[in-house]
């Protein structure tokens, strides 16, 4: 550890030492997985994003279960407010690194933890959790759940966009059960909504319901914050907003049912159609909690995407993929088929819309502007 080379970066009110990029970095190309302690400034967003949530929830403790160099768990302390801080790494370089950035930024209460985060999360209560490991986050969903008691936040971040989004069914059936065979045109939506999926179905197993206040994709990764409450009725009534979706690959028209066999065949041209899930059907944002959270730049940018669609309905329409269906001879614009179709825009996709129109209105309204 000793060995490591270091530079001092600021991020947040934070300030750090990570490990050297410079000394990591192969043909011009630096890969934070390729240094002894992970730091990803590509990950700021995330970090920022819940940062301005965890002041808003004020918990009294945060278990930052996967801390790495201990930046989230510095700026939760730091710029959240949060009076007591446990961290964790599995990795014995990232706790030494963690000590010394905790005596850097003179954090006044904490833990640190040189566990495996299952075993932490089954001995450790923490009223806020953040479970940021590399890949998928669904090893460690029951435990967490196990970890925050009768009510508490968690934080999920997922970076294994590919079985989530539809291109490794093998993989999206072995880390979330769900099916997921195609990428569907509106793919984001249906990953965010597999992974939320598997967390109410591993809450319902501890006997804890689920209410996820934000949720988003961004680049390489989705984030998911959901509120936990005990009580079997609140599982009960999370598992309720399960169900599935399909979409025609001939027409690109789109449905989701609590039941797939509502989804067998398109109700417009009458071909069979891709149906993944179960995944999550309710809520992704608590439209309260958005308007409550302060940001700038580029997180305030992707914050207030999400307040405009909050109250949309489950999936979008990605106009590329409708408009190459359809032969037609170029895209609308975005915002005119947003304002046709009295519509929102979704932060999930740069050309998709939602509405509450049927299919047919929304084609109608596309041929409107290109033929
Ligand atoms: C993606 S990094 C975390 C990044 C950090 N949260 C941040 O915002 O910069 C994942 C970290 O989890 C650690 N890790 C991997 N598997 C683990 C496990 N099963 N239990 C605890 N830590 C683990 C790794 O050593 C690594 O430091």
Redesign the pocket.
């Known amino acids: 550890m000793s060995l490591m080379k270091k530079i001092e970066i600021k991020e947040g009110k934070a300030v750090l030492h990570i490990p050297d990029p410079k000394e990591y970095t192969v043909d011009g190309k630096f890969d934070?997985?390729w240094s002894p302690?992970?730091?990803?400034p590509r990950?700021k967003l995330?970090?920022d994003i819940?940062v301005a949530v965890a002041k808003v929830f004020s918990p009294k403790t945060v278990i930052?279960?996967?801390?790495?160099?201990?930046?989230?768990?510095i700026r939760y302390a730091l710029e959240s407010g949060v009076g007591h801080i446990i961290f964790?790494?599995?990795?014995k370089?990232?706790v030494d690194l963690i000590k010394e950035n905790i005596e850097l930024n003179s954090i006044p209460s904490y833990e640190i933890y040189n566990?495996?985060?299952?075993?932490?999360l089954d001995v450790k209560r923490g009223v806020f959790i953040?479970i940021?490991?590399?890949g998928s986050p669904s090893?460690?969903i029951q435990a967490s759940m196990r970890s925050t008691g009768r009510r508490g936040l968690i934080g999920f971040?997922a970076?294994d966009l590919s079985p989530l989004e539809g291109s490794s069914p093998k993989a999206c059936m072995r880390k979330y059960g769900a099916t997921n065979k195609r990428k569907l045109s509106f793919s984001k939506e249906v990953g965010i909504r597999i992974l939320i999926g598997r967390i109410a179905k591993d809450a319902a197993v501890e006997e804890k319901g689920i209410f996820p206040v934000l949720s988003f994709y961004h680049g390489h990764f989705f984030r998911v914050f959901v509120r936990v409450e005990e009580g079997a009725t609140k599982a009960d009534n999370s598992l309720e907003k399960m169900g599935f979706v399909a979409e025609c690959e001939r027409c690109g028209y789109h449905k989701f049912s609590s039941d797939p066999c509502d989804l067998r065949r398109c109700d417009y041209c009458g071909c069979e159609m891709n149906v993944a899930g179960p995944l999550w059907l309710g809520q992704l944002q608590d439209k309260s909690l958005l308007q409550q959270l302060h940001l700038e730049g580029e997180a305030e940018k992707i914050v207030s995407k999400m307040r405009a669609e909050a109250t949309a309905p489950p999936f979008y329409y990605s106009l590329d993929k409708l408009s190459s269906r359809l032969r037609l001879s170029a895209v609308p614009s975005t915002s005119d088929i947003v304002e046709c179709t009295s519509g929102f825009y979704t932060h999930f996709d740069p050309k998709g819309i939602k509405t509450d129109l049927s299919f047919e209105k929304v084609i109608e309204c596309i041929k409107k502007f290109v033929r």
Do not use: H
């Open positions: 934070p997985a302690v992970f730091y990803n990950m995330n970090r819940s930052d279960a996967f801390s790495a160099s201990g930046v989230r768990g964790n790494d599995v990795d370089n990232a566990m495996e985060a299952n075993a932490l953040d940021d490991p590399f090893p460690f971040t970076t």
